[in-house]
């Protein structure tokens, strides 16, 4: 009964964070800055910031379920469906960082010739970093304590 419970009070929670819009992650704190030098100098910069708060935002799930897995009110399944979660996150974080890198250079690439490619690059690491910050979220925020 307790499973079920706390089961119903986790989906309850995650409908409701999800039912608010996107915050100011959205926002593109690079656009507009005059220069292409200075646009991907300002993208490479926040890619860098998003990707390590990526990062560690997924590596903060994990050792939450792992945790969670090692309360003695959680025995048997649950612990080990919190144990897989935590796995399954830390296993996420790496092959979505392998699939950010080779997508963002397929747009690399397609600039072909001059200095916009490695500004395309670097905006395209922060977009993918500031989606991928948004579904760590929406996915497990009720999970954080």
Known sequence: MKTIATAAVITLTILYWNSFPASAETSDPCA???S??????CYSREQARVSLEADSLANQIAATFRKDAQDPAWRGVVADMLRKTASAVTQSQKTW???RDQHCRAVEYSWT???AAGTAYESCMFELGQARLRELRSSFDSSLH
């Open 97 to 99: 960082k392998a699939y």
């Open 32 to 34: 507009n800055k005059g």
């Open 113 to 115: 010739t001059g200095s």
């Open 36 to 41: 292409n030098a200075e646009e991907r100098e």
